[in-house]
């Protein structure tokens, strides 16, 4: 962000936690690029179960401090902060640990209990935030940092880990430098006369403090053992943080994800084992956020003693992209009873082979480009055939490509390019989740921003199977009878290659189900269907956020009468954030039809049926 009338730019004061060696506070423990590496961080904190932390807080900033971890099991008189309930004072109010002068210290006791340490499916070692807590604009100025806790003799005599690589720390935040106790003093240093700021470019989308990946990327090599700690705090008023890794998986609860949703006020520990070298981002999964900066990239370097990866069959798959009207069977409009909505859009086509001249039958569900199945340890092979007027490639999620999105080679119109993807074991079900499937989607990457792409109507599904658990001819999983992908999206036509062709008003956005409105598809019977007794899975997509999401991001899917697995819980609806996949499976019980879609949105658009025989 760059200073400007209505911007201060990019460069804001702040007082931010710095590690020192002993209680004189004269020698930094971490040198100047260590320190450059955790951002608004500083120094993270470590210690083991049956440790006591002994923290001397020396304040060198202009306003009140106080240094408040959350997870770990302490007493008021170390707490770090003051609160009251209706009206009356909690815990051990006027103690210098809810707020230390400037220039005068603390010494915090937290005595670190099993229960702070790492659960059964937890990394070996997990994090959790500490922050200031003497005033509200704490956070905004700056006042965050961390703790690791580990098992017993995990750390060496230096306090580092011995049996992890590398420890990530993305702390993912909005800071809004107008909340901030420094606020005025950074007005009064950067803004000119006749200068008016715009509060939202006072609004910094930031990973540790950097926004648009300035900071230093994230390193490893190649099959190394790497822990990430995942946090946020302040939201900035906005909504959840799907974020994702590029050209990796993470494990996170003993499963496989692509993607994970932070929610104000949580940390995460998740690990990862990369398969591939290259450079890749990491961040906001939603594009809002990405373009107001908050991403960062991490570089895995090959490792020479790494072990080669050695896949014993290539599935291929002959793919087009095709422009196409996306038919609505009807439209309920009072004023025209009758109107039929046609949407000029673009879409991957399956074919037989590579004259492309037999297309798959029913392999597109409206927008919804034909579900790909491979299983893990294969080769994934597309030939893509580009038959529009603008530059598109394939990119698949769930760890499966060597290129960050914007490297990946696109076709030109007329041209035909194949990919070859290596599957890696970290794309299919972990083997704590009892699924033998699951799902990533795939898209065109190569446009500036993807939502151009996606609302142009290219997208899909990719179904990783694991080995044991799947048909080896086709690949699809045989725990299940039925598979049913649904991508739930409001596509905004504006965003789309073709909103001059479309020329839409009253539905220049729509709420949708692969693409359909209120199930319009005059397919759907013969769609969304089983028998008594069949086991269904659904893999369901969320797109973004322009869909009527509640104030934190978030609705419900439900399925009517019939129950689905959510997490290992039988349940009639499960919860849903923006750009993530969620995979449900449903024994039909009961025959009827039945209807799906999202609770905040099915007015909207996002409901259709299903039928049980």
């Known amino acids: 962000t760059t200073k400007s009338t209505t911007s201060l730019g990019s ?3 702040k007082c931010v936690f710095r590690y020192y060696t002993d209680a004189t506070f004269t020698t930094r423990k971490f040198s100047t690029k260590e320190e450059e590496k955790y951002g608004i961080l500083g120094g993270i904190m470590r210690a083991e179960v049956g440790d006591t932390v002994e923290a001397k807080i020396m304040n060198k900033c202009t306003i009140p401090i106080s240094f408040h971890p959350q997870g770990l099991l302490i ?3 170390n707490e770090g902060r003051a609160y009251s309930f209706d009206g009356q004072n909690v815990g051990d109010q006027g103690s210098k640990d809810d707020s230390i002068p400037p220039g005068e210290s603390f010494m915090y006791n937290w005595p670190i209990f099993e229960q702070s340490g790492p659960g059964p499916n937890d ?10 807590q003497a005033s509200d604009s704490d956070i905004s100025s700056g006042l965050v940092t961390g703790i690791v806790i580990y098992p017993e003799d995990v750390l060496d005599m230096s306090n580092m880990p011995t049996h992890i690589d590398e420890e990530w720390f993305v702390y993912i935040s909005v800071f809004n430098e107008q909340d901030s106790a420094y606020y005025t003093t950074n007005y009064d240093n950067l803004a000119d006369v006749g200068d008016t700021i715009d509060p939202e470019s006072d609004k910094k989308y930031s990973i540790n403090g950097y926004i648009f990946g300035n900071g230093p990327s994230y390193q490893a090599k190649v099959q190394d053992k790497i822990n990430i700690y995942l946090g946020t705090l302040d939201g900035g008023g906005e909504g959840m943080f799907p974020t994702s890794f590029d050209g990796e998986n993470v494990v996170r609860n003993g499963l496989n994800k692509h993607a994970i949703t932070m929610s104000f006020g949580a940390s995460e520990s998740v690990t990862m084992q990369p398969i591939h070298s290259g450079e890749f981002i990491l961040g906001a999964r939603e594009e809002i956020y990405q373009n107001k900066g908050m991403q960062a990239s991490y570089i895995i370097h090959d490792n020479p003693d790494a072990t080669n990866v050695d896949a014993t069959n290539s599935r291929i798959y002959y793919l087009a992209v095709e422009e196409y009207n996306l038919t609505q069977a009807e439209i309920f409009d009072p004023n025209n009873p009758s109107e039929v909505l046609k949407t000029k859009k673009a879409h991957y086509v399956l074919y037989d082979d590579l004259t492309y001249t037999s297309p798959v039958a029913d392999t597109n569900v409206g927008t919804l480009g034909p579900t790909l199945h491979v299983r893990a340890g294969e080769y994934l092979t597309i030939y893509l055939k580009n038959d529009l007027d603008f530059n598109v490639n394939f990119f698949p999620e769930g760890g499966l490509t060597t290129h960050a999105k914007g490297d990946l080679l696109s076709a ?10 290596y599957v890696p074991e970290s794309a299919a079900p972990s ?8 799902a990533y989607a795939y898209y065109n ?6 939502s151009y792409s996606i ?3 290219l997208f899909g599904s990719i179904i990783v199977s694991k080995v044991a658990f799947s048909d080896p001819v086709t690949a699809k999983p045989n725990d299940v009878d039925k598979e049913y992908v649904l991508f739930f999206n409001s596509y905004n036509e504006s965003n789309s290659h073709y909103s001059s062709d ?4 009253q539905y220049q956005q729509t709420i949708s189900i692969n693409g359909y409105i209120d199930g319009n598809d005059v397919r759907y019977a013969a769609i969304y269907n089983a028998t008594e007794g069949n086991t269904i899975r659904w893999y369901v997509f969320s797109g973004d956020n322009n869909m009527d999401f509640d104030e934190w991001g978030y609705d419900r899917y439900f399925f009517g009468d019939n129950k689905i697995q959510s997490n290992g819980r039988t349940v009639y609806t499960a919860g849903v954030v923006a750009n993530q996949v969620n995979v449900f499976d449903m024994y039909a019980r009961y025959s009827g039809e039945f209807l799906f879609g999202l609770q905040n949105n099915y007015e909207s658009g996002t409901i259709d049926k299903y039928y049980i025989a």
């Open 11 to 13: 460069t804001y004061k």
């Open 75 to 77: 007493n008021n008189a």
């Open 123 to 132: 990394p070996e070692g997990v994090f959790y935030l500490i922050h200031s």
């Open 412 to 421: 030109a119109n007329g041209q035909v390019l194949y990919y070859t993807f």
């Open 431 to 438: 083997a704590d989740n009892p699924q033998a499937s699951t």
């Open 445 to 450: 990457s190569y446009q500036d921003t993807s």
């Open 455 to 457: 609302d142009s109507g």
């Open 502 to 505: 479309n020329n839409l008003s």
